[in-house]
């Protein structure tokens, strides 16, 4: 029972830590300390219910991560060469400056997107504006997610 309690706070520091670390899924992280947490306590603290929501919360925030940097892009008018250049600079960004170079990359990638079709500078830079913001956003939803999470383990526990 307390390894799964000390594997599930774990889990709920790896979770926060992953929402602000990109390439680390942070809310899969924290519901699976929350699920942790149910079997070393008989699965009393939680309903299935209450674990049913946290997992679709949980599915839905993880796909938005992925999806609402790309619409930030668009919102802000990234072409094609944009979010393409976005997707490379993060996978580049990641692999040479991790952790942060996943945000940085993706931001120059869709400047540089922008750039090679012919976009002038200031349409580039707002195309880059507009991932930044979205991944920020993507960032926010995900603490949020982990921090309800963690409210609920913290609570449950004592």
Not at 110 to 139: H, T
């Amino acid at each position: 029972m307390i390894v799964l309690i000390i594997l599930g706070v774990i889990c709920l520091l790896i979770g926060i830590l992953g929402c602000v670390i990109p390439g680390i899924a942070g809310p899969p992280f924290s519901f699976l300390a929350l699920i942790l947490l149910s079997i070393a306590k008989g699965w009393e603290p939680f309903s299935v219910q209450f674990l049913i929501v946290m997992a679709v919360i949980t599915i839905v925030v993880t796909a938005l991560d992925y999806i609402v940097p790309a619409a930030g892009a668009k919102k802000f008018g990234a072409s094609r060469a944009g979010f393409w250049g976005a997707v490379l600079g993060l996978f580049g960004g990641l692999i040479l400056f991790p952790p942060f170079g996943m945000i940085i990359g993706a931001f120059l990638g869709a400047i540089i997107g922008e750039l090679i079709v012919g976009k002038e500078g200031s349409q580039a830079l707002k195309a880059g504006w507009g991932v930044f913001i979205g991944v920020m956003f993507g960032m926010l939803l995900k603490l949020i997610a982990s921090g309800i999470m963690t409210f609920y383990f913290i609570k449950a526990l004592f």
